[in-house]
């Protein structure tokens, strides 16, 4: 099965400070900035901007610096499957290690050097030595109030959360979300503990 997960690394928000001597005209440049101006900017390639309003994705005509209309459909449907699959980017000591790692493991899958699952072991393998080296308990620890943290604030839902936890611990997902599915958070917090201590 083929699972879509797609990083988000940062965002851009705008806002008027409630000590703002002038409020409408802030207000107005956000305006300008997420609205009016938006679609010049994001289809284009020279800003390196991502469509981000329903009407960048409808607009696939705007889009022709990136190649024929066919091409620009194929491009901000690609972006939108991220959007709707997308998880926060890892941010505790080691991430460009991890990455590094991953980046190169998968460049052999991608190269069919190696298989998708060979790629997937030998990354795995690695993540847990690096793991180590940093000191397994701060990792799960620091890892554990990032998921704490993106659960609260609505990026991330209780199975997505369960996922992301197997793949950083090295499971890979192997385990049925499931079996650790609850809706209590005491009920859940016992059951990461059972699992960073390896029990069922």
Known sequence: ???YRAPMPCGRTLAVAKDSKNPEAAYYVAK???DDFSLADVSTPETGLDPFRKSHFNNPAAFSAFGPEKEAKEYLAAIANNLTYGFPDLSLPG???Y???LEVYLGKAYTKE???KEALD???KEWNSITDSLGKANQIKIYNELL???KEVGLIDYKLELE???IFRGTGGSRSPKKFHVRKRDEYERNIHKCFNGKK
């Open 99 to 101: 990455l590094d790692i």
């Open 122 to 124: 030998a990354t795995a």
């Open 1 to 3: 099965k083929l699972e």
């Open 95 to 97: 991430t460009a290690q």
């Open 148 to 150: 704490v943290g993106w």
């Open 32 to 34: 300008l900035l997420s």
């Open 114 to 116: 190696l298989s998708p």
């Open 164 to 166: 992301l936890f197997f």
